[in-house]
């Protein structure tokens, strides 16, 4: 069996191997698309595929849907060439149960795959989508740099500055691109629409918001755009930007799930490693556990994805959640757990919290430093969440998630998943922010991980980082057993943690901290237990 349209007609074999198959008319749908589309998505990773993608499919088959999803790669265009084409544009989702069992499905809701290439037609079919009056929303997950228009100086970056001085003829920064084609739609009709970022970030649709409204008026200063293009993005009767909080973990391809899917009977499904480090597969194997809650704000509709289990409400319900996930709940102990992890010699989540040091450090960052100040959104438990997070998701041992691919880009996290909760303990007049210890050993802990060495001694490869380079040339002064460390270039940089640590009685003790993790191999696990 092979993961294409043609082979699915072979029912019989995929039935036998447990692999559910899609219930809609495929060509039905795929023709409704074209002729009318409703959802352009932008991002075609795994969270896609294995979340967003299976829900609508789920419509598709209760016949609440009629259209099915058009998905954008604006980054790393080798993923539709090498993984959506092969398979015509299916994914295998596999759901990991933490007794090793596995749900599978076809995902086929996804009936097209294209780029955002100019030479190649596909950026000419995205624009007759967003010219289509029928298009109710364009949707993200394209990860929280992937709306930054400026550096940490303040100052447009090299090829978002190109994209400013060129208009909208030739966009090549994602939010560019999306700026252009809304614009099209403007000047078509002023249709409405929703833009919805399903990132994993802090107020993602305000980062879309800003982002196009920034593009937009500096194209008209240029004379690019017509002035009521402002006011057409600027209007909610016309364009909205809802927020979002998603949650659900989907790793990089598992071998034991290729494995497994292979000794079902199941062809080609080799994993890819794109040029630009992409890992993507035919399959998606991610775990059961789900979370999507979206701001209900849509002025030219949209699917009924609440029958899917995603939630809809209004703004601040949606703000609660997500500062309650990724501000206090599992965000913070993720990233803890990634830069520790890496120090520690760990490869799986999964053996961390079989690390009692660790499970320790997450459970005080968790329970201890998060749960006082947690925005409660109500329509979630707090503390429940952590209770699942702890005992269930990070401990699933089928869950082939890496410290090192959480630690990626961790100077774009920490102000969020660390600062929020420093922040709000300086606000609060019966708490104390210099009291905090488990927030204060992660951030130390990522200072001793930019060292690019373990507690064992030995080099140790860094996870990319926009900031990398700037980070090393203050890690690169410092030595191991070095016996003074001056960590102010990072720890006083608000634009990394929000605040400035140092002006908070945490900055010294952060330091404090990092110079008992250097004293000597083995120092990390020391001082963490120490101060635990």
């Not at 008209?220 to 949650?247: A, C, H, W």
């Not at 789900?290 to 209900?296: A, S």
């Not at 409660?376 to 702890?390: G, H, R, Y």
């Not at 998630?401 to 961790?410: F, L, N, S, V």
Request: charged share 25%.
């Amino acid at each position: 069996m092979k993961l294409n349209l043609n082979e699915l007609k072979n029912t019989q074999c995929w039935e036998k191997a447990n692999i559910i198959l899609p219930k809609f008319d495929y060509d039905k749908i795929k023709a409704s698309t074209k002729e009318n589309p409703t959802w352009v998505h932008f991002g075609a990773g795994n969270i896609f595929r294995g979340f967003v993608a299976k829900a609508h499919q789920n419509l598709l088959d209760k016949k609440l849907a009629d259209t099915g999803i058009i998905a954008v790669e604006t980054f790393d265009y080798e993923v539709i060439e090498k993984v959506y084409e092969p398979c015509d544009n299916l994914a295998l989702v596999v759901l990991m149960n933490s007794d090793g069992s596995f749900d599978k499905t076809v995902v086929a809701s996804i009936v097209e795959g294209i780029t955002t290439k100019m030479d190649n037609g596909d950026y000419d079919r995205l624009v007759k989508a967003f010219e289509n009056p029928s298009l109710q929303m364009a949707s993200f997950t394209i990860t929280e740099k992937g709306y930054a228009l400026k550096d940490f100086s303040g100052q447009f970056f090299s090829f978002v500055k190109s994209d400013l001085e060129k208009g909208p003829a030739s966009p090549t920064h994602a939010m560019s691109v999306v700026t252009a084609l809304v614009y099209k739609r403007y000047l078509k009709g002023k249709y409405p629409m929703a833009l919805v970022s399903m990132d994993n970030c802090s107020h993602n649709g305000d980062k879309v918001k800003e982002a196009v409204i920034t593009i937009a008026k500096e194209w008209q200063n240029r004379g690019f755009v017509e002035k009521g293009f402002v006011d057409y993005i600027t209007d909610e009767k016309k364009i909205t930007f809802p927020l979002s909080m998603i949650d659900k973990i989907t790793p990089r391809p598992a071998e034991v799930v290729k494995e497994a899917l292979e000794k079902d009977g199941v062809e080609d499904i080799e994993v890819v490693i794109t040029s630009k480090n992409t890992y993507m597969a035919p399959f998606v194997n991610a775990e059961v556990c789900e979370y999507l809650v979206i701001e209900d704000k849509f002025p030219n509709g949209r699917p009924a994805l609440e029958e899917s289990g995603i939630l809809f409400t209004d703004r601040e319900t949606v703000n609660n959640v997500e500062t309650m996930k990724v501000t206090t709940c599992l965000n913070p102990l993720h990233t803890a757990l990634a830069v520790t992890g890496c120090l520690l010699g760990h490869t799986l989540i999964a053996d961390e919290m079989k690390d009692d040091t660790l499970k320790k450090l997450v459970e005080k960052i968790g329970y201890d430093e998060g749960l006082p100040v947690v925005l409660d959104p109500k329509i979630l438990s707090p503390k429940k969440f952590i209770d699942e997070v702890v005992n269930e998701r990070f401990a699933n041992p089928y869950i082939p998630d890496t410290p090192q691919r959480i630690a990626t880009d961790t100077s774009q996290k920490v102000g969020i998943r660390f600062g929020e909760t420093i922040k709000s303990y300086v606000k609060d007049e019966s708490l104390d922010a210099k009291n905090l210890v488990g927030i204060p050993l992660a951030i130390a802990s990522w200072c001793r991980y930019l060292m690019g060495v373990d507690d064992k001694g030995n080099e140790m490869i860094l996870s990319s980082d926009p900031m990398i380079d700037t980070l090393k040339n203050t890690m690169d002064k410092i030595k191991m057993r070095d016996t003074s460390a001056d960590l102010s270039e990072i720890l006083s940089n608000k634009d990394i943690f929000g605040v400035n640590l140092y002006e908070i009685g945490l900055g010294n003790k952060i330091e404090n901290m990092f110079l008992k993790m250097i004293k000597e191999p083995g120092a990390v696990r020391t001082t963490i237990n120490m101060y635990l």
